[in-house]
């Protein structure tokens, strides 16, 4: 999205992975009402954004310091930030 109310389908360039990412090729992708709420410029956002965090797919490559994950994955994704090491993010 440029601005609120003013969406488009754009090509993105593929950026460079850092050592702990993974990229992600999406199949498929929700909107949530946070996202109709940017859309709608009721809800702060930064432009330009795009919109759409809930999603799944398969890795199409990952950092050296991927472990976890290998390439032809099929994972979903959560958009939640979290470190992934301590107590609280590892607990199920």
């Known amino acids: 999205m440029k601005s609120a109310r003013k969406a488009a389908v754009v090509d993105i360039v593929e ?3 850092g050592t702990g990412d993974v990229l992600v ?3 498929y992708c929700g909107i ?7 859309y709608d410029g009721e809800f702060p956002a ?3 954004l795009v919109l759409g965090h809930e999603f799944s ?6 950092g050296k310091g ?4 290998k390439v ?6 959560d958009p939640n ?12």
């Open 15 to 17: 950026s460079a992975i």
């Open 25 to 27: 090729r999406v199949a």
């Open 32 to 38: 949530c009402g946070t996202d109709l709420h940017i």
């Open 46 to 48: 930064k432009f330009p």
């Open 57 to 62: 797919g398969v890795v199409e490559r990952t």
């Open 66 to 69: 991927v472990k976890s994950l």
């Open 72 to 77: 032809g994955e099929y994972v979903a994704v």
């Open 81 to 92: 930030i979290s470190c992934g090491t301590c107590y609280y993010c590892r607990r199920e």
